[in-house]
């Protein structure tokens, strides 16, 4: 822009005459002002609003247990969103070892953060401990609401039990996530490890948490979930 408007002056300056130079200036300056004008509004466009505060609530699964921080959830899926062409701040709310009534007990901090969307991933701790699916549901019900409260967009990302608890334990706690998106109306992303969970191939030595392939899976499955909540955010 500098170097159009440098080579217009000089054309104009050459043919100056005492009293002439201001006349001789606006003419050749207008169309320099309305490309100008034009560079500006395309660029606002193309960078029109505010990045999406996109959170992260959940467990050693997001905060990236075992991996290095490139590898991890929030990571990974930050960068395929960039990919996308999505603006957003990734912020990585996971706690290793947290608990629905740990996500519960935070929350509050999380929305000091000012998140403007949160994919909601809690409860893979109860299940493993073989809590009460009861006292999952009311904490996820309880941060929901908060969430609802706070007109913060949310995706409730599902979690399956361990075989080894049993099968009607593993139904009643498969119930929590589906009766908590249809209650508070939010979508829901079914099982956060599918694809992954069960393969050697895809996890740490563990068995348990997904290893940075295991994760790329994971991000490669939610990815269309997360851009429709990214979409559902006005900015």
Known sequence: MAMLLHSILVSRVKDWRPGTLIPLLIPALIPAVLIASLLIIT???ANSGNPVRL??????????????????FTEQLATALGKQGHAIHMINAGVSGDTSAGGKAR??????????AIILELGANDGLRGLDP??????????????KSAKIRVLLA???APPNLGKDYGAEFARIYPVL???HNVPLYKFFLEGVAANANLNQKDGIHPNAAGVAEIVRRILPAVEELIGSVKK
């Open 43 to 45: 660029g606002a466009h």
């Open 55 to 72: 959170m992260v609530l959940g467990d050693s699964l997001a905060a990236g247990y075992g991996l290095e921080k490139n590898d991890s």
């Open 107 to 116: 929350v509050g901090w999380a929305l000091a953060d000012k998140p403007d």
């Open 134 to 147: 009861a006292e999952t549901h009311a904490n996820l019900d309880a941060i929901l609401t908060r969430l």
């Open 158 to 160: 599902g979690m399956l």
């Open 181 to 183: 998106a249809e209650q």
